[in-house]
T-cell receptor
Framework: QKEVEQDPGPLSVPEGAIVSLNCTYSNSAFQYFMWYRQYSRKGPELLMY????GNKEDGRFTAQVDKSSKYISLFIRDSQPSDSATYLC????????????FGKGITLSVRP | GAGVSQSPSNKVTEKGKDVELRCDPI?????LYWYRQSLGQGLEFLIY????????KSGLPSDRFSAERTGGSVSTLTIQRTQQEDSAVYLC??????????????FGSGTRLTVV
């Protein structure tokens, strides 16, 4: 079992839909949880970051972490064609020398 | 520069040749990472440099892979005797300290390596 599992998709939705992206993980020591967005032929960029459990909202994006279930989610409201990209979850332990472990990423397409 | 710069952006090489990939991180970022991204495989960790500490080489897939970081800045990833399975996008990232927090990693656009 990989440390971080993410449904590879792809996922196609109509414009305006609510999108739910999810990851599960196996190591309960992960404390930092992030979502990265990657456009074609570009490097990933940080979209949302959460420490430990709880929710965080930023505009149309909401990140949720449920540590008891080892499950994280990213919700996109009122999805736009410009949201079409690959979304990768990432997580790490505490400590200055901890590196990120990424999920495989899911490709989202928002149809106009 | 304002971002992480990688060169070349594309590289086609013959099987068995050596290649060098370059990464110029954001000035002041103490941590530098190399990842490999293959189709359907996500981001695979290769190596991590943090300040003057010994690098974390735990992700390097074989002894054909090596990396250096000179003067705490520019890094070079070297692949010797390239194989077709080395074909992938090689991504470099830099961060302040461990990169877990609000600033995260800043990635370059990657080097797309094709071994023919």
């Amino acid at each position: 079992q990989k440390e971080v599992e993410q449904d590879p998709g792809p996922l196609s939705v109509p414009e305006g839909a609510i999108v739910s992206l999810n990851c599960t993980y196996s190591n309960s020591a992960f404390q930092y949880f992030m979502w990265y967005r990657q456009y074609s032929r570009k490097g990933p960029e940080l979209l949302m970051y959460t420490y430990s459990s709880g929710n965080k909202e930023d505009g149309r994006f909401t990140a949720q972490v449920d540590k008891s279930s080892k499950y994280i989610s990213l919700f996109i409201r009122d999805s736009q064609p410009s949201d079409s990209a690959t979304y990768l979850c990432a997580m790490s332990f505490t400590g200055a020398n901890s590196k990120l472990t990424f999920g495989k990423g899911i490709t989202l397409s928002v149809r106009p | 520069g304002a971002g992480v710069s990688q060169s070349p952006s594309n590289k086609v090489t013959e099987k068995g040749k050596d290649v060098e990939l370059r990464c110029d991180p954001i000035s002041g970022h103490t941590a530098l990472y190399w990842y490999r991204q293959s189709l359907g495989q996500g981001l695979e960790f290769l190596i991590y440099f943090q300040g003057n500490s010994a690098p974390d080489k735990s992700g390097l897939p074989s002894d054909r892979f090596s990396a250096e970081r000179t003067g705490g800045s520019v890094s070079t990833l070297t692949i010797q005797r390239t194989q077709q399975e080395d074909s992938a996008v090689y991504l470099c990232a830099s961060s302040l300290a461990g990169g877990q927090g609000i600033y995260g990693y800043t990635f370059g656009s990657g080097t797309r390596l094709t071994v023919v």
